[in-house]
């Protein structure tokens, strides 16, 4: 009974193991390719499995995961790029600002506008004040 959960532990943590390992990024993967771990995980299930597990930690540790900031292809600050996969689930940061108020670039445009009309409504009332004044001068 206990070899036989001890072979299905084993069994579930290489399968888990191989599914991540395929699903992963290469900047993930320790600087191996994907044909490599598979390999590995396969000839080696138990060592190969925690060899995956340890390397995929660090890896998100070190800020080179897709869930770390700055994890972009140019490298830190930079949004990261899109995925053609599907996301795997996991706690992750919006990639820019949520809402048109959260985008400081978004609020400096508005304030720059709001400015700008009232720059121009100043100038209208001005010239139209300047037409009244010039206007009653020449009925006199």
Do not use: C
């Not at 108020?101 to 010239?127: I, N, S, V, Y």
């Amino acid at each position: 009974m206990r070899n036989i959960l001890l072979i299905l532990v084993i069994v579930g943590l290489m399968a888990y193991a191989l599914a991540d390992v395929w699903g992963s990024d290469e900047d993930e993967r320790g600087g191996l390719p994907r044909w490599l771990w598979v390999l590995l995980i396969v000839l080696l299930p138990l060592l190969g499995a925690i060899s995956w597990i340890v390397v995929r930690v660090a890896a998100r540790r070190s800020g080179k995961g897709p869930s770390a900031p700055g994890s972009g292809p140019s490298g830190g600050g930079s949004r990261p790029t899109p995925s053609p996969r599907s996301p795997r689930p996991g706690p992750r940061r919006p990639a820019g600002p949520v809402a048109p108020d959260d985008d400081p670039e978004f609020l400096w445009r508005l304030e720059q506008e709001k400015r700008k009309r009232e720059r121009e409504a100043r100038g209208t009332r001005d010239a139209k004040d300047d037409d009244a004044e010039n206007g009653s001068a020449h009925t006199d």
